[in-house]
């Protein structure tokens, strides 16, 4: 055995702890390595199945007769051809190839060989792309494939320069340690080459162990992230039904692929080995003897923990700067990490929920946050054309106008719906003292769920129980003028539609009268058939007073147009019984909405099913498919972000823990020395708090700063260029602010604190193994 | 008056046929203000002996008394204290925190009890240990001979009640050597601190009050020494 690997050998069995913490970073590397592997040819094997699903074959020949169809598999690039049938008659042969250098002489050969005439319009192919990409036959296609791999190939090398410090890290950790035995080895007549050797060794050593682990760790890791990545439904809103992601999406191994990822895990673990040899070469021999082991050259005096902490914050501050290069990475690989967690998700959501609400009508009250809008719900009306919403909505305006509440009961019964709203309005015009007509007047009854919904995103001036105690209207929106006069009520005037017998309605029908304005005008409903006879109506006012009590102005209430100038009244729904009198009868362009969000989100295809089932009843609309879609794209979105977030998060704590734990146990002989001097276990486990406290601390403060920077950039971004006024309507501003800067930073800081257990196990545990030794071995450490 | 007992030591290593006895059943007494020097060959229990006089390791069996103080009938947090306070141990790799500056090892001991040390004292020590112009240097910036001294007024600087020193001059030239020894020799003095020096050096040895020769874990020469 060469004396290379002999003493590679022996260093492993001797170092043991090192060498575990090598193989587990060897392991790490090459399973994510192996993982990213997996998933590009998976999602090869998915794209190629779409293909295929396509159309399963490379051509699609029509119009071929069977003989020419026979002579084609003469053609020794075609690897087989099938027949597709339709009525028991031949539709087209599906050709699978082999080795294609080009599609077009290809076809030109399909041609000649079945004997096309030129004259022939019955012969016609298509040419699936996609599948001969996937399958490389032609030159095109393998460009066109290398070049995909080129690009995924991109992302692996940014992947192994991350991957780098976490191999790089132990190698190093672990040659540090025998840095003089290095310098004794050279003294007596190793060469540089031989040294450099040790080390490669040992990374080929420990490799035999980590790289196939690695291998099988990255095929489970990939299956995971599959798993993963179906769960979001991001698979069910590309391909639809079960049954096609079942046949397409399938997780695919590729034993290359695997194997391709596990050699450049091992190429890289090779490098690290070869790199860290050279730089143990660079010091020469005698520097490297003569160097003590965690010799100081330069301190910093003051430091913030040794302010805070005493003498045990100084020391603990001066050791976490021994080794600068590498508490610089690990710090910013910590800072990145918190960053990525709280700014990404915090803006993923700001994302999500702006998408969500984008789905939801912006009505006069608000963003009305629900799965569905039941237009206009009332008693049954038989025989009607459920696509003729104008239609309906007259026939509406004959019913009981307390019908709605069969509608509630209907939905409320099915037990698909929940939170139920019920807004009713009626409209009509403020009469002066002088008996003209003032400022437009809107009266909303509103059920608790309603009234809740205002208040949603501020503070409401009272609760519904209250509300409906209460008495009065509540002002939601009125000039200043209406305001500043405090009226106790309100008497405003509307229309309302009397029926009239079918004579005396002929007589008057006027079928070119404007229907806003003529408000003498006759209103005829009905088709005339015998089915569906004439029903006619003739307007007349009414006229109502209503209490009027405090004003409440809705931040969200949607009047920026044409209700800046209105009264907006509200009132419970628990008054609008006792109202209608008032109103007298049916009111002319009145109407009520009833909205409900979904109880069960598995139940939606029922829902929409018993909406339809019921459409002589009422005229659902749904935001929710739409929304659910733009839901599952940013859920898929938000997955890849803590994929990539993990990943930073796994590579920064390996990090911090190799840093954190091997600087305990180089220290092991100073730590023993100090014991001696009289330092309590209490006193030391103290300081390496500390110690674990400052990479945390540092990576928090500066993950914060960022964090506030961002958000505040963000923010201007949104105010300033999308449109502040867009997240204002939707009820997702404070006081201007669209996002949140409370919540990354409390993220960052939940986030920290977990760090801060794992560093602190980091360094408790050395620490604890260290003082079941003797002091006297501890400190004999570096005799 | 004894200020150090040491009745029937005994320590060993290793179990069954590996196991060695690195102390022998050691008694002696020493009085407050002797130095004495340990001698023996290598491997005799010279230094087991120091790190158990010290408080850093725990006797197989036997006492230690300083001052009339039980030391091993302490938890291990007040045997820290002890060390802190009644012990000074000098190295003969100094071993010194490479982070702390000459000035903040010497004072490291009394920070580590919670006091601020005496500026008034420190002036006098450094300025015995020639080490005013050192005071804010690392120890990766002195040579042999003051990173020793800095040892040295280490042990010194909480006046403990026993200094012990493992080959104090082992790593250090002989005018370094010579220094050193002068150096302990005037603290034992000026202090009456009582000092426990191993050494291999014959010179250091005869300038102490008492030579105790150990020998395969057993004290087979107890010679007193009349140094002028």
């Not at chain 1, 399963?56 to 069977?66: C, E, I, Q, T």
């Not at chain 1, 109103?583 to 099913?609: H, P, R």
């Not at chain 2, 060390?83 to 004072?107: D, H, K």
């Amino acid at each position: 055995m060469k004396f290379e690997t002999l003493l590679a050998r022996r260093y492993i069995t001797a170092q043991k702890r090192h060498s575990v913490l090598t193989t587990c970073s060897i392991v790490i590397a090459v399973a994510l390595m192996t993982m990213l592997f997996c998933l590009y040819s998976t999602l090869m094997t998915v794209k190629r199945n779409e293909a295929y699903d396509d159309l399963p074959g490379h051509f699609a020949l029509y119009g071929l007769s069977d003989e020419q169809a026979e002579k084609l598999k003469t053609i020794p690039e075609i690897g087989e051809i099938r027949t597709e049938e339709e009525y028991g008659k031949t539709v087209r042969y599906i050709v699978l190839g082999k080795e294609i250098d080009s599609e077009k002489f290809f076809i030109d050969r399909i041609k000649e060989t079945a004997g096309i005439e030129k004259d022939n319009h019955d012969f016609h192919y298509n040419i699936n792309y996609d599948l001969l990409s996937f399958d490389r036959l032609t030159d095109d296609a393998k460009l066109e494939m290398a070049m995909t791999f080129a690009m995924f190939f991109v992302v692996v090398i940014v992947f192994m320069m991350l991957l780098r410090l976490v191999i790089d890290t132990s190698f190093e950790v672990s040659s540090k340690e025998r840095e003089r035995q290095f310098g004794v080895l050279q003294s007596v007549g190793a060469t540089p080459k031989q040294i450099v050797r040790i080390m490669t060794s040992e990374g080929i050593m420990l490799s035999v162990i980590g790289v196939p682990l690695g291998g099988a760790l990255g095929v489970l890791l990939g299956y995971v992230t599959y798993r993963a990545v179906l769960t979001t439904g991001i698979a069910k809103v590309m391909y639809g039904s079960q049954e096609k992601i079942d046949r397409l999406v399938t997780y695919s191994v590729s034993p290359w692929m695997v194997a391709l990822g596990m050699l450049l895990g091992f190429v890289w673990v090779m490098f690290s080995a070869y790199g860290t040899g050279m730089r143990v070469i660079k010091k020469s021999p005698v520097e490297s003897i003569s160097a003590r082991p965690n010799a100081v050259k330069k301190i910093r005096r003051f430091s913030i923990s040794g302010l805070l902490f005493g003498w045990t914050g100084k020391l603990a501050s001066r050791n976490a700067r021994r080794q600068k290069k590498r508490f610089i990475i690990t710090v910013l690989s910590l800072t990145l990490s918190l960053l990525m967690f709280a700014v990404f998700g915090v803006i993923m959501d700001l994302a999500e929920d702006y998408y969500r609400r984008a789905w939801f009508i912006v009505d006069d009250l608000g963003i009305q946050e629900s799965d569905f809008v039941i237009m206009y719900s009332a008693a049954e009306l038989p025989d009607q054309d459920d696509t003729d919403e104008e239609r309906v909505q007259f026939q509406l305006l004959m019913s009981d106008p307390l019908a709605y509440r069969e509608g509630i009961k209907i939905l409320s019964d099915s037990g698909y719906f929940t939170d139920i709203e019920y807004v009713d309005n009626r409209h009509g015009k403020m009469l002066k003292q002088d008996g003209t007509e003032g400022t437009r007047i809107q009266v909303y009854y509103l059920n608790r769920v309603g009234y809740d919904r205002i208040w949603k995103y501020q503070e409401a001036p009272m609760s519904y129980d209250e509300f409906v105690k209460y008495g009065k209207a509540i002002t939601l929106n009125a000039p200043q003028s209406f305001l500043d006069q405090k009226p106790d009520a309100v008497t405003f005037q509307g229309k309302n539609m009397v029926p009239i017998s079918a004579e005396e309605g002929e007589k008057f029908y006027d079928p070119d009268a404007d229907q806003d304005t003529d408000e003498e005008r006759i209103v005829r409903i009905g088709d005339g058939t015998e089915h569906d006879p004439y029903v006619y109506y003739k307007m007349e006012h009414f006229t109502a007073t209503l209490p009027v009590g405090m004003d409440a102005q809705s931040k969200y209430a949607n009047n920026d147009s044409s209700g800046s100038g209105e009264i907006w009244l509200l009132l419970p729904e628990e008054r609008y019984e006792q109202d209608l009198a008032m109103y007298g009868g049916q009111q002319y362009n009145f109407g009520f909405t009833i909205s409900c969000k979904l109880k069960n989100e598995s139940d939606y295809q029922k829902a929409t099913d018993f909406i339809d089932a019921n459409r002589h009843l009422m005229i659902g609309e749904s935001a929710y498919d739409a929304m659910r879609t733009a839901r599952t794209v940013l859920a898929a979105v938000k997955m890849a972000a803590l994929f990539i977030n993990l990943m930073v998060a796994l590579i920064a704590a390996v990090n911090m823990v190799n840093i954190i734990s091997t600087g305990i146990i180089n220290r092991k002989s100073e730590l023993a020395s100090m014991q001696c001097c009289g330092m309590t276990r209490g006193q030391m486990y103290r300081m390496s708090v500390i110690e674990c406290l400052q990479f945390v601390l540092r990576a928090a403060v500066c993950a914060s700063i960022l964090a506030v920077l961002i958000i505040w950039g963000t923010d201007s971004f949104m105010n300033f260029v999308v449109g502040g006024e867009i997240f204002a309507q939707r009820g997702m501003t404070d006081g201007g602010v669209i996002v949140s800067y409370s919540v990354p930073v409390v993220r960052i800081w939940l986030s920290a604190a977990v760090a801060f257990v794992i560093a602190i196990c980091a360094s408790l545990l050395p620490l604890r193994r260290m003082q079941q030794e003797p002091l006297v071995e501890q400190i004999r450490a570096v005799e | 008056m004894e200020f150090l007992t040491v009745e029937n030591l005994c320590k060993q290593y290793g179990k069954g046929e590996t196991q060695v006895n690195a102390l022998d059943h050691v008694s002696f007494t020493i009085p407050k203000g002797q130095m004495t020097a340990v001698i023996g060959p290598s491997g005799s229990g010279k230094s087991t002996l120091l790190h158990i006089l010290g408080g850093v390791d725990r006797p197989t069996s036997g006492k230690v008394y300083l001052d009339g103080q039980d030391v091993y009938a302490q938890n291990s947090k007040n045997l820290a204290v002890f060390r802190r306070r009644q012990v000074g141990l000098i190295y003969q790799f100094y071993n010194l925190i490479p982070v702390l500056s000459a000035e903040e090892n010497i004072t490291l001991p009394s920070i580590m009890d919670g006091r601020k040390p005496d500026p008034k004292q420190l002036e006098e020590l450094l300025e015995r240990l020639s080490l005013k112009e050192r005071r804010n240097h690392l120890p990766s910036q002195l040579s042999g001979g003051q990173q020793q001294r800095v040892s040295i007024g280490r042990a010194l600087f909480n006046s403990p009640g026993v200094i012990l020193a493992d080959e104090p001059t082992g790593n250090l030239d002989s005018k370094n050597s010579a220094e050193i020894v002068a150096l302990l020799r005037q603290s034992n003095r000026d202090f009456k601190q009582t000092m426990i020096i191993i050494t291999h050096d014959e010179n250091v040895a005869l300038q102490c009050d008492r030579i105790l020769t150990i020998s395969d874990g057993k004290i087979t020469n107890d010679t007193m020494n009349n140094v002028s």
